[in-house]
């Protein structure tokens, strides 16, 4: 596609529940990034890829977060038992390489309640 | 830990007024980007600078870079109340990975 898609776009998990976001990087880009924003600050990095590789996971949380990007399906973000301070917009960008630009989706809102 | 630090944290200026946003990073650095964030929704890519670059322009944007300081700036000229958003600075640094910092909220007021 023309455009990183995430999905879905909202999500709502009650605490010490499973939430897994998606997202489908723009066709022919090799490198994939997750980014959690809290309250519209700064955005903190949590992994990336380089295709189905794992690049740098050193901004997640080891214990409940984990990611993967396989071939020929979206990467995902898993967050299992979920708290409250988990409660943010989760972002995902693609590029083509680490000298160009990434594109960002429009995130996926996280509420847990 | 993040990369990139923005200031002001917050800037209010009035329509057709310039606004320049700074931002300092920490180890050395292969491209520098910024990008544009509309109410909470994705982030809009503005102009990426390579550390081998000390300007570049783009429309009413003009973003220097000055790798002796590990500082950037980013100069939006004639604002309009579009302009209105939060402004990143995006480091790429040898690991590859992009870091962000807090952002600079931007007001136009009309």
């Known amino acids: 596609g023309e455009e990183v898609a995430q999905t879905p776009k909202h999500l709502v998990r009650g605490e010490g529940q499973k939430a897994k976001l998606y997202c489908a990087p723009i066709?022919?880009?090799?490198?994939v990034f997750w980014y959690q924003q809290v309250l519209k600050n700064e955005f903190k990095f949590l992994i990336s890829?380089?295709?189905?590789?794992?690049?740098?996971e050193t901004g997640m949380p080891k214990e409940r977060f984990s990611a993967k990007c396989l071939p020929n399906s979206p990467c995902s973000l898993e967050i299992q038992a979920t708290k409250l301070e988990d409660s943010a917009v989760y972002f995902c960008?693609?590029?083509?390489?680490?000298?160009?630009?990434?594109?960002f989706g429009q995130g996926t809102r996280l509420t847990v309640v | 830990s993040q990369q990139g630090e923005e200031d002001p944290q917050a800037l209010s200026i009035q329509e057709g007024e310039n606004a320049t946003m700074n931002c300092s990073y920490k180890?050395?650095?292969?491209?520098l980007q910024w990008y544009r964030q509309n109410s909470g929704r994705g982030l809009v890519h503005l102009i990426l600078?390579?550390?081998?670059?000390r300007e570049k322009h783009s429309g009413r944007l003009r973003v220097t870079l000055d790798t002796s300081k590990k500082s950037s700036s980013l100069l939006i000229t004639a604002s309009r109340a579009a302009d209105t958003a939060s402004y990143f600075c995006?480091?790429?640094?040898?690991?590859?990975?992009?870091?962000f910092g807090a952002g600079t909220r931007l007001t136009v007021k009309p």
């Open positions: 600078i390579r550390s081998n670059e």
């Open positions: 890829f380089q295709n189905e590789n794992v690049f740098d």
């Open positions: 066709k022919g880009h090799s490198y």
């Open positions: 995006a480091t790429d640094a040898n690991n590859n990975d992009m870091r």
């Open positions: 180890t050395s650095i292969n491209n």
């Open positions: 960008a693609s590029s083509q390489s680490t000298a160009t630009e990434a594109f």
